[in-house]
């Protein structure tokens, strides 16, 4: 941007002052990103390498304004006409911006491809900053469609798709569901609640403070596969699987809350019965107890 600008100092300045604004308000997350970028892949061994259909079924779902779930062969052909369309409209427009703006669009899913046979991170939302860039190209190329009636016609086939796709995607759209999880915990009130690492220690702690519950705060048992951004930085108790169910014996009914692939290893040990109420949901709560101990849980 600083190139494009060469020959306007004061947009220069302008354009700097903005991203200085922006990099201090994001600065607070800075200490976690840099975290993430030095931990072993472990952290983030739920994300599988893709192959180039899943690449480009994935592309599809952030480019499209379809919002599919499935994208299939007629979705990687879309991808394809709009890639070569945005080629054309870059090569003729001849403008550097424009250039610019292609290179981001199509360069970005190849370059996370590229990236992800080594260290995966390929996701829609990974993805997702790249649909900025390709939004304004196809809003040039439909104002470069000579015909009136055909660019508005466009523009409008292209605004009912993006909000026929919006209103099925709303439904099915990734939720968490702290406050249900946190109810839950309250109605059954478990002598001790476990989860799998600091990460979602943090977030139902915070749940748990708005709530104004007054039950135990989350315990720790971290295992291998864990959420590892946030190590360190819960300041409640952390036990080894060993410690945990000697607490369980002791206190009797214990609930587990679990987010993602990330659990407790506890919820492996034959020696726990499980009893999980909910289904399908992010995060997940489970009444834990060991037969024959003090206490067991509330219905």
Not at 241 to 251: C, E, N, Q, S
Not at 285 to 290: A, K, M, P, Q, Y
Request: charged content about 15%; hydrophobic content about 50%; proline content about 8%.
């Amino acid at each position: 941007m600083l190139w494009l600008l060469r020959s306007d100092r004061r947009a220069q300045a302008r354009w700097l002052a903005t991203n200085v604004a922006v990099l201090a308000g994001w600065g607070w997350w800075a200490m976690i990103s840099v975290r993430q970028m030095t931990m072993p892949v472990t952290n983030i061994a739920w994300i599988a390498t893709p192959s180039w259909r899943d690449a480009a079924a994935m592309t599809a779902q952030v480019y499209l304004p379809l919002f599919p779930h499935e994208t299939g062969i007629a979705g990687m052909l879309l991808l394809a006409g709009l890639f070569a369309g945005l080629a054309a409209c870059a090569v003729r427009e001849a403008r550097p911006e424009v250039r610019l703006l292609a290179v981001l669009t199509i360069g970005a899913p190849l370059l996370l491809f590229a990236i992800s046979q080594r260290v995966p991170i390929f996701l829609p939302r990974t993805l997702s900053w790249a649909s900025g860039p390709e939004l304004v190209l196809v809003a040039l190329g439909v104002t470069r469609i000579r015909s009136p009636p055909v660019a508005r016609a466009s523009g409008a086939i292209l605004l009912g798709l993006s909000a026929i796709g919006l209103a099925s995607w709303l439904p099915s759209r990734e939720r968490e569901h702290w406050h249900q999880a946190v109810a839950l915990i309250g109605s059954h009130q478990p002598a001790l609640v476990i989860v799998g690492d600091d990460a979602v220690a943090l977030a139902l702690d915070r749940y748990r403070s708005n709530a104004e519950l007054k039950g135990p705060r989350p315990i720790v048992v971290q295992w291998a596969y864990r959420e590892r951004w946030a190590d360190g930085l819960y300041s409640g108790p952390h036990l080894s699987p060993a410690a945990a169910l000697a607490v369980i014996r002791d206190r009797g009914c214990g609930a587990v809350v679990e987010w993602g692939p990330f659990h407790p290893p506890i919820l492996d040990d034959p020696a726990v019965t499980a009893r999980p109420l909910t289904r399908d949901t992010a995060p997940a709560v489970t009444l834990i107890d060991i037969p024959r101990t003090r206490r067991a849980c509330r219905p």
